[in-house]
């Protein structure tokens, strides 16, 4: 089948690539949450890069996420409220409220 495609910022690609970043979030969109463990995507900006996912964690919202996962392995070098604040510029309250979506991730040689 066709490999699935996700946009990101670069600088979130370079993170991946480094292997700073292994947690990707997102709001659990129908196509989101159709994402399996064993699954390989490809992250596409002004370069790509193929991951596998390794596990996928849900969760109700942003600080639910935060208070289970390490914010370091989601923006390397973040603490819990940098990074609220920056999903919620990212996200709105309706985007949020529709669930939250960790993607526990491997580059792929």
């Known amino acids: 089948g066709l490999m699935r495609t996700l946009r990101i910022k670069q600088r979130f690609l370079d993170m991946i690539v480094a292997g ?6 997102r709001v659990a969109y129908e196509s989101i949450k159709r994402i399996k463990v064993g699954e390989k995507i490809c992250f596409v ?3 790509s890069i193929v991951v596998q996912i390794i ?7 942003f600080i639910e996420m935060l208070n289970a996962e390490n914010a370091d392995r989601i923006l390397p070098g973040s603490n819990q409220d940098n990074l609220l604040f920056l999903l919620r ?6 985007r949020e409220n ?5 993607l526990d ?3 792929v040689n």
């Open 45 to 47: 900006s002004q370069s």
């Open 89 to 94: 510029q990212i996200y709105s309250t309706d």
């Open 55 to 61: 596990s996928v964690r849900r969760y109700k919202n």
């Open 98 to 102: 529709l669930g939250v979506v960790i």
């Open 105 to 107: 991730i491997q580059c």
């Open 20 to 25: 700073q970043k292994t947690l990707e979030v």
